[in-house]
């Protein structure tokens, strides 16, 4: 009998977690950083708890308790350090992606009530232009300046001048108390569909993720930071759960560079998208098919799998060249943050890089299942981890409903939107995900679609949109991206479904396929034939560029959809 989870210490607050990591591995590399001369910064542990103690003792100085303080920049050590800082004694988090547009900003720090704001450097001039519109505002502090700005004050001079405070028996930020059940950080929703809320998370929220995370998973050596950091399943499925374990955390610094950067980071796992897995396994097969090596990889599969089956596990051998090609030491992958196809995942771990697919929402602080070495499904997000519940409302006679959830990883609420908070929970205070799914009798869930993506057509039959995509993207090696959606009205007898693809121009380049769209319409009439014919794809509509997508790398349905009805 496997053992169900690994065994962790629950830790009251975050606050605690920083201890705890700066007393355990004092002298170890937390986090590695490219800097401006491209040469590798190194922090410790120890650094790090002196660095947060030293800021937040500053900012406490400054008058700034119960500040919300928004965080706007790219992934790196000095926007850890402002997290941790703000959360850990001084007020609420406000993490702003870094791809908003400035009018969204200005939403948003609104919105969050936002008194200061901490930017790196490449953000200086955009706060700038925003400034006018945000008179509540009352102090600007840069991470990482290049030059002198005059009106905003200086990260590290803040730093210096907090350990000076300390130094002369300041203690009013290290002994504070931490109150586990009080907001610290209004994180937004990525909006896919709709507008972004403001999530309010507490301690208790996070440091649930952190346990039930690591419970379930047992991360080690050094990791690779790619995703941004200030969305949860970064944060607090990767970042934080990396202190608890003396992780070595290596950031990404630009997505035109991450195997370049893996390469010289030489990472043993890392978080992604299934977007970044899908291009991995691409690379890999087109490198294959470059080379003309495509039969002996496919040979090579083959036999390594027959091997495994009587226990004889010889991938890092046979496939050494492909794994040198990504630095390596990369033997585990955690996904999450959208669907994944299975055979992506299969891909990657007949070649040595093992796939520990998941699943979260902002919302539940963001993780809700995982799976892991010790339990794994193919198909599956993985088991629930073990500090919430999951069950499936009004379900279906398949078993498939909406997923509800229930336990201490759930928020507190919406920011200010006590309506909406309201609409987001049953009355017996299971939270409502808008995912639908199933759970199977090892308590496995799986996800089917989206509740709000979901088709229903005039004859009563619903339609998961989901189902339709990942079909198309598994057989059509050629489609990089797709929507299904019906542009019709069942009310003008104008119902119909309609699939809206991007294509891998390299792809059909390298096969000289000339006439893609012919092939395109000919290669659904073919998938149409094994789907109900209520399923069936009526109208093929090309997009010329790339969907728009979230920081995370999920399609924003709602624009794609409304420009695919625009061509239909």
């Not at 608890?244 to 998208?273: A, E, H, Q, W």
């Not at 319409?521 to 998938?527: A, V």
């Not at 409304?562 to 239909?568: H, P, S």
Request: hydrophobic share 40%; with cysteine.
């Amino acid at each position: 009998m496997k053992k169900r989870y690994y065994k962790r210490e629950k830790l009251r607050d975050i606050k605690a977690l920083v201890r705890r990591a700066g007393t355990l591995y004092p002298d170890k590399i937390a986090y590695r950083e490219i800097g401006p001369q491209n040469q590798i910064a190194e922090y410790s542990f120890s650094r790090l708890e002196q660095d947060v103690n030293a800021f937040g003792t500053k900012l406490l100085d400054m008058g700034m308790k119960g500040y919300h303080i928004a965080i706007l920049g790219e992934n790196s050590y000095a926007w850890v350090v402002s997290f941790l800082s703000v959360v850990n004694g001084v007020g609420v988090a406000v993490p702003l992606d870094k791809e908003l547009m400035d009018k969204d900003l200005v939403k948003l720090l609104h919105k969050s009530d936002t008194d200061v704001i901490i930017c790196s450097d490449s953000f200086v001039q955009t706060v700038k232009n925003i400034l006018p519109e945000c008179p509540r505002i009352k102090a600007c502090i840069v991470m990482n300046p290049v030059e002198e700005y005059p009106g905003f004050f200086v990260m590290e001079k803040l730093i210096q001048e907090g350990r000076e405070l300390l130094e002369q028996g300041r203690r009013d930020y290290v002994d504070c108390f931490i109150d586990r059940e009080e907001m610290c950080e209004i994180v937004f929703t990525s909006g896919t569909m709709g507008v972004s809320k403001g999530v309010m998370l507490s301690h208790k929220n996070i440091m649930a993720v952190v346990y039930g995370a690591l419970s379930l998973v047992d991360p080690g050596g050094v990791s690779f930071s790619v995703l941004p950091v200030s969305h949860t399943y970064e944060c607090n499925c990767h970042i934080l759960p990396g202190l608890y374990c003396g992780v070595t955390i290596c950031f990404n610094d630009s997505l035109k560079r991450v195997v370049d950067n893996i390469n010289l980071f030489k990472p043993n796992i890392t978080l992604m998208v299934p977007l970044f897995l899908k291009a991995i396994h691409r690379s890999i097969w087109q490198h294959a098919e470059k080379n003309g090596l495509e039969g002996h990889l496919r040979f090579g599969i083959k036999l390594s799998n027959l091997l495994r089956k009587i226990g004889i596990d010889l991938r890092r051998i046979y496939f050494k060249p492909i794994l040198d090609r990504f630095g390596g030491n990369l033997c585990q992958i955690i996904c999450g943050g959208a669907p994944l196809n299975p055979d992506i995942a299969k891909g990657l771990e007949d070649v040595g890089i093992e796939v520990m697919n998941g699943y979260g929402i902002t919302e539940c602080a963001p993780l809700v299942a995982v799976n892991t070495p010790l339990w794994k499904k193919a198909g599956s997000v993985g088991q629930v981890i073990p500090v919430c519940r999951v069950k499936i409302d009004n379900p279906d006679i398949e078993g498939c409903g909406e997923i509800l959830v229930k336990g201490d990883n759930v928020m507190l609420g919406y920011y200010k939107d006590p309506e909406g908070t309201k609409a987001s929970f049953t009355e017996d205070g299971w939270f409502r995900t808008g995912d639908l799914g199933y759970l199977d009798k090892r308590n496995f869930l799986y996800i089917t679609g989206r509740k709000k993506n979901l088709i229903v057509l005039s004859n009563g039959k619903n339609v998961q949109p989901e189902e339709i995509e990942d079909l198309i993207l598994a057989k059509l090696p050629y489609v990089k991206e797709v929507v299904v959606f019906a542009p019709g009205s069942p009310e003008d007898d104008q119902e119909y479904i309609a699939a809206y693809v991007y294509v891998d121009e390299e792809y059909l380049n390298t096969r000289e396929i000339t006439d893609y769209k012919g092939r395109l319409n000919e290669d659904i009439k073919i998938l149409n034939r094994g789907l109900p014919s209520y399923k069936r794809i009526a109208k093929v509509l090309i997009s010329e560029t790339e969907f728009e997508k979230t920081t995370t790398r999920k399609i924003k349905r709602k624009p794609v959809i409304e420009r695919g009805i625009e061509n239909a």
